[in-house]
């Protein structure tokens, strides 16, 4: 069985793909980006494809961009309290600042520039990237370095997505889960950053599960 797979943007055009489908090729249309920013007319797919391969759940083959996964040593039942309970306090108290996103689009179809400009009427928000004024430390070249930097100092991560569309999750919400930070998408920032207690159940997840 051959496979032949397209991202499905317009930089892999129906052009690229071989005049017929053998008999014994599968073709696979895969595709890891929301809809706002694929730019694509999917009415010429139609009938083209055998299986698709995307984030989405009803996908063929689910390619999401990460994914949380029960570890290998699990045991159940799971309590809710990580028994490194004081560990996560002091790591918390070591926090200084509140909440921070990286951003590099700065005209969203999610209009999230706007939701942070109201935030940070009443929230200390710092924007890293090129749509803010914040930079990562000299000498740091990756993001995921820099991820490691801001997940010591702040306590939050602004999970916002560039476009709202369903199950569409990108890799900065995993990645601020395999951090330290607790990446927000709705409600109880304020509260959970004045109740250390509370704050700290959040990482109860790690003890038993990964992200993957």
């Known amino acids: 069985m051959g496979i032949v797979g397209t991202r499905g943007t317009s930089k892999c055009p129906l052009s690229d793909l071989p005049p017929i489908r053998r008999a014994n090729q599968v073709w696979v249309y895969l595709n890891r980006e929301s809809p706002f920013n694929t730019w694509t007319n999917f009415t010429l797919y139609n009938n083209l494809f055998n299986w698709t391969m995307t984030y989405r759940s009803d996908a063929d083959v689910i390619h999401s961009y990460m994914r949380v996964i029960p570890k290998t040593n699990i ?18 108290r070591k926090k200084a600042k509140l909440a921070a996103l990286v951003v590099s689009h700065c005209d969203t179809p999610s209009k999230r520039e706007y939701l942070v400009a109201k935030l940070k009427r009443f929230l200390n928000i710092d924007i890293f990237g090129g749509c803010g004024t914040k930079s990562c430390p000299p000498g740091i070249t990756s993001e995921d370095s820099c991820f490691t930097g801001i997940s010591n100092t702040y306590k939050f991560y602004l999970a916002f997505e560039n476009s709202l569309c369903d199950e569409y999750v990108s890799e900065k919400f995993f990645r601020a889960m395999n951090l330290t930070l607790i990446p927000v998408v709705f409600y109880y920032l304020k509260f959970l950053d004045g109740n250390e207690e509370e704050y700290v159940k959040y990482f109860w997840w790690r003890k038993h599960y990964k992200v993957a």
Do not use: A, G, V
Request: proline share 6%.
């Open 75 to 92: 045991k159940f039942p799971i309590s809710l309290i990580n028994e490194e309970y004081q560990t996560w306090i002091n790591l918390t």
